[in-house]
């Protein structure tokens, strides 16, 4: 690491807190140390460093952005705040790019694709007969009568079609999400305020005037949920069902972790930090079918499958994210974009981005530090620069 990075790294280390890990500059520093800020469960230890793949057959490649702006995928990814970008084919890295501040080796947070993760994992459950997609949650978690979840099933929150009043407002700093990310130990606690658990904040939501299972509504404690639901279900903690059912099985090599709130409940919705290679491994996984490349099945196959190929249509029309992907779906945590390559994906605030495109066999994995959590412009751009790497990499063996 140069003397003026080190000492820039320095800087951020001794101002990043709570209140400001989620805002540039201190996000390009605390993506990849969020267990120097919030509690964590250890998923996997530290594994040799890898040889690096280089970035040759990133050259070359030329990407469109929306606005009709030209620029080589090099450019893009210095401008865009990206921290890493890795393509792999078959269980091989085949070519991967990183940023010169990132240490390719430290775990960086996934945000939401946890809950593509959470999916796989729920299916293994489900796999081992100890969880039923069709039961009540409150077979599992008990909610007050007036909870959203005291009425709505495992598919519900696999599908996010939970009728719930709640609002995924990443810059709320006063109201309920701001509450819910204080109970999971994301943001700074109020002077005297009493502390709530994750699990507490959850009963608590109520029910909108909506029907469960009908549309679309994503909202990040369902997969939140989906994990406690999982934990019940199998007797396991979380890190622990996912360390020994998944991570390991896959054939992960590099640390990883999961943030945990005050009773030790995994942030099952968007707290697993991991390396880049490990990620794609995961995708490498769920592209195979859930067998992983040593022949084990590790996620029921049927599972996978279910997830590719099924969802409610009319359920994401009539949905909150249905301009994101014109002719997609959701199903049990994964986006189904609906192109013509068959892409299907998992997406995290301040732009991550699992990709996964079987036309070319490829899987891709973007890390970021972006400091806007959230914006439909820099999705569209980044959905077809994905798409666009995906299809100029599809001869390369």
Known sequence: MAPRTAMLEQAILEKAALANWRIAPFCQWSFQNLDALVPTAAIS?????????????????????????????REHLTRSSTDALVAMRDGEVVAEWYAPHLDRDRPHTIFSISKSVTGMLAGIAIGEGKL??????????????????????????????????????????????????????????????????????????????????????????????LGLVIERATGTPYHAYLAQRLWRPMGARGAAYVTVDRAGTARASGGICATARDLARFGQLVLDGGRARDGRQVVPSEWVADMRTKGNRRAWETGNFWDMFLDGRYRSCWYLTGNPRGAFCGVGIHGQWLWIDPESRLVLVRFCSRPEPSEDALSEREIGVLNRVGEALQRVV
Do not use: C, K
């Open 45 to 73: 230890e530290p594994g040799l460093s890898e040889s690096d793949a280089g970035s040759a057959l990133f050259d070359g490649i030329e990407v469109d952005y929306p606005d009709g702006q030209r620029l080589t995928l």
């Open 132 to 225: 039923d997609p069709a039961a009540p949650i409150s077979h599992y978690v008990a909610a007050p009568t007036r909870s959203a979840y005291a009425s709505a099933t495992v598919r519900d929150l696999l599908d996010m079609t939970v009728a719930l009043d709640f609002e995924e407002s990443y810059l709320d700093t006063t109201g309920l999400f701001d509450r819910y990310r204080r109970a999971m130990l994301w943001n700074p606690a109020r002077p005297g305020e009493t502390p709530e658990t994750l699990e507490q904040v959850m009963t608590s939501l109520g029910r909108s005037a909506a029907e469960h299972g009908r549309a679309f509504y994503y909202a990040s404690p369902n997969a939140d949920m």
